[in-house]
């Protein structure tokens, strides 16, 4: 059973625009999300976090934005740039000292110059 | 900076053949874990260790060994390797004080035939 849900394989977006990724999750015990980002026979790297006493979070060009109620969660982009292009996981855990991350399967974006 | 390093970057076993994956950091991180990831299942947990001498299974740890006895190196060993082993293996390292925070290594291709 899947606990976090991305349900969007892919996404292309036009240059200058704005992406929006999609989570979803289904374990209330979840606290603390985070989105990674992976290029091609990279490792994927940390791009921004959420504790679930916010509802957004800003870093740049990147928010991300939570919704308790909803179990949602999504990513901003903007404005989305080529370099942007990678694979983007949500991942979530519930609290300090789970040390278990719990990965979405992912989503492709495409930003097309 | 070295950062994580993994080794090898690519490899071909036969079935019922063993071999150790070597993870490796240089930032004093205590928290280490492996990863898996297959084609349209995201990134699953192997095992993970909070320092050395202490390790513990993560959602899929049929199959694999591992053992801390330094902070640096946490080796993944495939005692006798299977076609469902086929995969890309990601090591991993963060603080404790933030182990969410992942800081991946390149990953190693795996091939079980």
């Known amino acids: 059973d899947q606990q976090v849900k991305q349900n969007s394989p892919s996404l292309s977006v036009q240059e200058g625009r704005i992406s929006i990724l999609n989570c979803d999750y289904t374990n209330s015990m979840f606290d603390y999300f985070l989105w990674y980002k992976k290029y091609p026979a990279e490792g994927p790297t940390f791009l921004i976090s959420?504790?679930?006493?916010?509802d957004k979070n800003e870093d740049g060009r990147f928010t991300v934005f939570l919704n308790k109620s909803a179990k949602h969660l999504s990513l901003h982009i903007v404005p989305s740039q080529p370099g942007d292009s990678a694979v983007y996981f949500c991942a979530a855990s519930s609290g300090a000292g789970s040390y278990q991350l719990t990965f979405g399967k992912g989503t492709k974006l495409s930003v097309i110059p | 900076n070295a950062g994580v390093t993994q080794t090898p970057k690519f490899q071909v076993l036969k079935t019922g053949q063993s071999m150790t994956l070597q993870c490796a950091q240089d930032m004093n991180h205590e928290y280490m874990s492996w990863y898996r990831q297959d084609p349209g299942m995201g990134l699953r947990l192997i095992h993970y260790?909070?320092?050395?001498?202490?390790?513990d299974q993560g959602e899929v740890p049929n199959g694999y060994n591992v053992s801390r006895s330094t902070t640096e190196d946490f080796p993944l060993r495939l005692l006798s390797a299977a076609p469902s082993q086929t995969s890309v293996y990601f090591c991993a390292s963060s603080p404790l004080g933030n182990a969410e925070k992942l800081f991946f290594g390149s990953g190693t291709q795996l091939s079980v035939l």
């Open positions: 959420i504790s679930s006493i916010k």
């Open positions: 260790s909070v320092g050395a001498g202490i390790t």
